[in-house]
């Protein structure tokens, strides 16, 4: 009877503590689904991005399948392509006066200063400023002299035919407002410079305060389609508004037609991504001489965490994936453009030129098998009239953005802001160019839609800054997770 009585006890008290490690194994397990107060609990390290998951607004993408495909197939191929001499050099002015404000004077900061790049650093293909050759003679005066090169560059033309001149001539009076959403560079100007992007890296350089706050205030008051009785959350240079959370504003953003709540989107997703690159490239120690640069997690959380800025750090978050999806879908759009055999991304060398447009065409295959692309169509499809008009006004007011990044005060922060503005208006110029590149010759330069080696570079590298805003939120949280 003992002996009956002590295996039964036995089997009870292995089942009471198999019970109890089962249940608190299913309380402690991460499949349960995460509630406001338990992202609370764990802590403000980790509430930066809690809510940033799910779909987004607007389009059918969750943010889940776009860290995936940016992370492990779009990030490592166009990081190497931006790194290739094509993309790394830049012609921009960086001496254009402010057109809408005296000028407060230029950044005295060291870290401010853009290096320009020495002409003979710069591929003869690019300093010769004629950026697309047809001709395999383009391919074969590596051993001429500088002098002897650009005569030679210069005579391409005389192996062109009257059709193909007619076209270039055409190109070359093209007038840019019909379809630039950007106020272009002029690259003849002898202020326009070329920029290695390489040695002049985006980061933060300590210009903030009035000067940069007046930037972005003048771009999303006068310029996001927004009456001034409508008050932007945490405008710093808005009239105080007590306890306003932000709900006017945003049930305002919602009762817009979907235009202008994409271009009030589309800005904030660039702010954003600005300030991701800002934050994950921060002056760390000033060292002797060896300066530190690195990810400042306070100064992230201060721009993204929900807690610190009254919930709106995810929604900056969601509209960097916005955007992300709409340069996305510009160069899925883009890609016959670029396929034609006789398009060549000409430095001079003809062995990085083939590399580099066999690398751009590996990461325009890998864009037009992403599934879940922003659908451009549900954009300007009223009225004809009533989109036209729209369109145009949305395209004048991107235009007057680009404008605005010529009254930045620190010469680094503009070079970025516009290359970065122009990146977005190219991929907008794509986006409403549909027809154009449906009809464009397959042998021969179109009539009706042309890319710049300046719009190229810009678009390249802008989307480039996207995918590195979205790999670099990763990073942060690690580590995050890591601090926590």
Same mark, same amino acid.
Request: hydrophobic share 35%; net charge neutral.
């Given at each position: 009877?003992?002996?009956?009585?002590?295996?039964?006890?036995?089997?009870?008290?292995?089942?009471?503590?198999?019970?109890?490690?089962?249940?608190?194994?299913?309380?402690?397990?991460?499949?349960?689904?995460?509630?406001?107060?338990?992202?609370?609990?764990?802590?403000?390290?980790?509430?930066?991005?809690?809510?940033?998951?799910?779909?987004? #607004?607007?389009?059918?993408? %969750?943010? &889940?399948?776009? +860290?995936?495909?940016? =992370?492990?197939?779009? !990030?490592?191929?166009? @990081?190497?392509?931006?790194?290739?001499?094509?993309?790394?050099?830049?012609?921009?002015?960086?001496?254009?006066?402010?057109?809408?404000?005296?000028?407060?004077?230029?950044?005295?900061?060291?870290?401010?200063?853009?290096?320009?790049?020495?002409?003979?650093?710069?591929?003869?293909?690019?300093?010769?400023?004629?950026?697309?050759?047809?001709?395999?003679?383009?391919?074969?005066?590596?051993?001429?002299?500088?002098?002897?090169?650009?005569?030679?560059?210069?005579?391409?033309?005389?192996?062109?035919?009257?059709?193909?001149?007619?076209?270039?001539?055409?190109?070359?009076?093209?007038?840019?407002?019909?379809?630039?959403?950007?106020?272009?560079? #002029?690259?003849?100007?002898? %202020?326009? &410079?070329?920029? +290695?992007?390489?040695? =002049?890296?985006?980061? !933060?350089?300590?210009? @903030?305060?009035?000067?940069?706050?007046?930037?972005?205030?003048?771009?999303?008051?006068?310029?996001?389609?927004?009456?001034?009785?409508?008050?932007?959350?945490?405008?710093?240079?808005?009239?105080?508004?007590?306890?306003?959370?932000?709900?006017?504003?945003?049930?305002?953003?919602?009762?817009?037609?979907?235009?202008?709540?994409?271009?009030?989107?589309?800005?904030?997703?660039?702010?954003?991504?600005?300030?991701?690159?800002?934050?994950?490239?921060?002056?760390?120690?000033?060292?002797?001489?060896?300066?530190?640069?690195?990810?400042?997690?306070?100064?992230?959380?201060?721009?993204?965490?929900?807690?610190?800025?009254?919930?709106?750090?995810?929604?900056?978050?969601?509209?960097?994936?916005?955007?992300?999806?709409?340069?996305?879908?510009?160069?899925?759009?883009?890609?016959?453009?670029?396929?034609?055999?006789?398009?060549?991304?000409?430095?001079?060398?003809?062995?990085?030129?083939?590399?580099?447009?066999?690398?751009?065409?590996?990461?325009?295959?890998?864009?037009?098998?992403?599934?879940?692309?922003?659908?451009?169509?549900?954009?300007?499809?009223?009225?004809?009239?009533?989109?036209?008009?729209?369109?145009?006004?949305?395209?004048?007011?991107?235009?007057?953005?680009?404008?605005?990044?010529?009254?930045?005060?620190?010469?680094?922060?503009?070079?970025?802001?516009?290359?970065?503005?122009?990146?977005?208006?190219?991929?907008?110029?794509?986006?409403?160019?549909?027809?154009?590149?449906?009809?464009?010759?397959?042998?021969?330069?179109?009539?009706?839609?042309?890319?710049?080696?300046?719009?190229?570079?810009?678009?390249?590298?802008?989307?480039?800054?996207?995918?590195?805003?979205?790999?670099?939120?990763?990073?942060?949280?690690?580590?995050?997770?890591?601090?926590?």
């Amino acid at each position: 009877m003992w002996k009956i009585t002590f295996q039964a006890l036995f089997v009870l008290v292995l089942a009471w503590f198999f019970g109890n490690f089962v249940l608190g194994w299913f309380q402690q397990s991460p499949v349960k689904p995460r509630t406001a107060s338990r992202a609370a609990a764990d802590g403000p390290d980790q509430s930066c991005f809690c809510h940033l998951t799910g779909v987004l #607004d607007d389009c059918f993408c %969750d943010i &889940e399948s776009i +860290d995936v495909f940016n =992370n492990f197939k779009i !990030y490592p191929s166009i @990081k190497k392509l931006t790194e290739r001499d094509y993309f790394r050099y830049y012609r921009v002015n960086l001496k254009r006066p402010c057109p809408f404000w005296p000028d407060d004077g230029h950044c005295s900061i060291r870290d401010c200063h853009v290096e320009p790049c020495p002409e003979s650093k710069i591929p003869v293909g690019i300093k010769s400023g004629n950026y697309n050759k047809y001709s395999q003679a383009a391919n074969s005066v590596s051993g001429l002299s500088d002098c002897e090169q650009a005569k030679e560059l210069g005579a391409i033309n005389s192996t062109l035919s009257n059709q193909s001149k007619e076209a270039f001539a055409d190109w070359a009076r093209h007038d840019d407002a019909q379809d630039h959403f950007c106020e272009l560079d #002029d690259e003849t100007s002898p %202020d326009a &410079e070329y920029v +290695d992007l390489l040695l =002049n890296p985006e980061r !933060y350089t300590g210009y @903030k305060g009035p000067s940069a706050w007046r930037v972005w205030n003048s771009i999303y008051e006068e310029n996001c389609f927004k009456p001034r009785s409508v008050y932007r959350p945490l405008n710093p240079l808005a009239p105080s508004r007590g306890d306003d959370d932000g709900e006017g504003f945003y049930n305002w953003l919602e009762g817009l037609c979907l235009e202008k709540r994409v271009f009030y989107r589309l800005i904030s997703g660039l702010h954003s991504s600005i300030n991701i690159h800002l934050c994950a490239e921060y002056l760390l120690d000033e060292g002797w001489g060896k300066p530190v640069w690195g990810p400042n997690i306070q100064e992230f959380r201060q721009r993204f965490d929900p807690a610190e800025t009254k919930g709106e750090g995810t929604r900056r978050l969601k509209n960097l994936y916005f955007l992300y999806l709409i340069e996305l879908r510009a160069l899925s759009k883009v890609a016959p453009y670029f396929e034609r055999a006789f398009v060549n991304l000409y430095t001079g060398n003809a062995q990085e030129d083939g590399a580099t447009k066999e690398l751009l065409l590996q990461v325009f295959n890998e864009t037009k098998a992403f599934p879940m692309h922003f659908d451009e169509k549900s954009m300007f499809a009223g009225n004809k009239m009533e989109a036209k008009t729209l369109k145009e006004e949305f395209r004048l007011h991107f235009k007057n953005i680009s404008r605005i990044m010529d009254c930045v005060g620190c010469s680094k922060c503009r070079l970025w802001g516009k290359l970065q503005t122009q990146g977005l208006g190219t991929a907008l110029k794509i986006l409403f160019s549909e027809k154009e590149i449906k009809n464009l010759p397959e042998h021969s330069p179109s009539k009706g839609f042309q890319l710049t080696r300046q719009e190229i570079v810009a678009l390249l590298n802008g989307f480039g800054r996207l995918s590195t805003s979205i790999h670099q939120l990763h990073s942060f949280r690690s580590l995050l997770k890591q601090k926590r």
